[in-house]
């Protein structure tokens, strides 16, 4: 196996402050790839933790920071990003927010919120990124959903079924994009060990977990998420296009 599968290459990551996102960027550059790492805001112990990596690995990244729902900041700094013309060659979609409740207790404003940055600045951020793929003739697009989008449940009005949207437009996209050489596929992981996983919004899920059997009685950890987006991106996948590849045990909560 390649040493550095994705030596050379260019990703752009969203929501790599911390958690599952965090590890991708970890995972990602010391395989060689340079990244622009998204995060909300600019942050300090952040640059201090990328700029570590950095010299580890070789590797140039640099952060890009804005809000998903500052939509005029958002196409800013996607615009400036692809004007320098550099080559991007991986798109990891990643950044979100959770939210649980029943649908007659959650205010319309809420569910709102949840998709704008769940899935429709996803949309804006992809629109974007694809047209200089299409340029390019090659790519890999990498959307992290749930299996709350796939295994939709009581409570899951807004999260789960704006993370289902996300891997319908996946699928979707996979066929657009496919005779230009660009591949779509989703990473659908269950409850994860990061700050999102031990919320309150998630507690239902962490009791679930109860009534499991060992040796999947557990949360999924974030670098077993981010060693299947590394493969993803990767030339050793060339073949897999508009899948939805599930990461929970096999666990059914």
Known sequence: MEEFPLKDKTAIITG??????????????????NIFAHAREKNEDFEKKIEVISKSTSRFIEPIYFDFKDSEKLRSEMFNLIKSKVRIDILVNCAGIIHGGLFQMT??????????????????????????????????????????????????????????????????LSYELGKHGIRVNVVAPSLTNTDMGHSDEARKEREMLSSI?????????????????????????????????????????
């Open 213 to 253: 059997d060992e040796p999947f009685k557990r949360m999924v950890q974030a670098e077993e998420i981010s060693d299947i987006v590394s493969f993803l991106a990767s030339d050793r996948s060339s073949f897999i296009n508009g899948q939805v590849i599930r990461i929970d045990g096999g666990n059914k909560f």
């Open 107 to 172: 205010h319309i404003n809420t569910i709102r919120e949840v998709f704008e940055v769940n899935y429709f600045s996803m949309l804006e951020i992809t629109q974007l990124v694809c047209k200089s793929m299409i340029r390019n003739k090659k790519g890999s697009i990498i959307n992290i959903s749930s299996v709350a989008g796939i295994d939709l449940s009581e409570g899951n009005c807004a999260y789960g079924t704006s993370k289902a949207a996300m891997i319908a437009f996946s699928k979707t």
């Open 16 to 33: 790599t402050n911390r958690g599952i996102g965090f590890s991708i960027l970890e995972t990602l550059s010391k395989q060689g790839c």
